[in-house]
């Protein structure tokens, strides 16, 4: 966007960035350096793209997520490939991040505290199909972290090797975790990590989960959780550290149609 004086037309400026107008949803594109095993993407990766068409893909999802005021609606498409973490604030709320039906992998990897997919503040964000590891060196290095978030959605995501929680919903409402595979996280780690940590929760569902092989507990619902309801879920106990299943604190957690191991 150019902005100049009509009596001066030295008197003018230009924007830094990207600049979009539109009023229906947005597809944006990411990719690795590679085309290889590419389901969305017809070129490689480049954050120098406007990432908004399969031949133009950028090449980090942070990428998007700085150049671009994302709106309700929007779509993140990320492809087959490996990526750094990426942080959403309030002003991202509504987008969903996809990646490929497979069989090759999005895998978003880093060594950060808190989330590699770190979430907060937002609302109607929706993560899905996405291979999650944080290789941060405690028990805060979490895989998928919602703080302070409302009717957020995480499926069909894969959360390993986190040395933290692998998904920690933490002062957060309405959302649902479901057909995740989370698994050989909270290892090594000093204080509290389960596989599924549930922190100031209010009325989440988690639902046809596999949980196993993790450090901690499989799913801990803490005290100060509301309504959560578990369905069909499977998990293994297998932490050293918390050798259980399944940690109910919250009042009322409803169970049904489980099978724990």
């Not at 030295?10 to 944006?28: A, G, I």
């Not at 000093?190 to 940590?197: E, F, K, L, T, V």
């Not at 297998?238 to 940690?247: A, D, E, F, R």
Request: proline share 4%; charged share 15%.
């Amino acid at each position: 966007l150019r902005v100049s004086h009509v009596g001066d037309p030295t008197v003018q400026d230009q924007s830094e960035f990207n600049f979009l107008l539109h009023n229906d949803r947005v597809y944006y594109y990411v990719n690795d350096g590679s085309t290889n095993g590419d389901y969305y993407c017809t070129a490689p990766g480049n954050d120098g793209n406007d990432g908004l068409s399969p031949d133009r893909p950028k090449r980090q999802v942070q990428a998007v997520v700085d150049a671009y005021d994302l709106e309700p609606g929007d779509v993140i498409w990320v492809d087959v490939g490996t990526y750094g973490g990426v942080v959403l604030g309030a002003s991202d709320s509504g987008v969903r991040f996809v990646g490929p039906a497979g069989p090759g992998v999005a895998l978003i990897d880093a060594s950060v505290q808190y989330g590699v997919m770190q979430l907060s503040g937002v609302w109607d964000v929706s993560v899905e199909g996405l291979f999650v590891r944080n290789r941060y060196g405690s028990n805060q290095g979490y895989g998928v972290y919602l703080n302070n978030c409302d009717r957020c959605r995480v499926d069909g995501v894969v959360v390993f090797s986190c040395l933290g929680a692998g998904v920690y919903a933490n002062n957060s409402r309405d959302g649902e975790l479901e057909h995740n595979l989370v698994y050989l996280n909270g290892w090594q780690s000093s204080g509290r990590a389960p596989g599924i940590y549930l922190n100031d929760a209010q009325r989440w569902g988690v639902a046809n989960n596999t949980v196993y092989g993790n450090g901690w507990e499989g799913v801990f619902i803490n005290s100060n959780c509301e309504d959560v309801t578990l369905r069909n879920n499977i998990v293994w106990a297998t932490g050293g550290n918390s050798p259980y299943g399944l940690w109910l604190n919250g009042s009322p957690v409803r169970v049904s149609s489980r099978s724990w191991a």
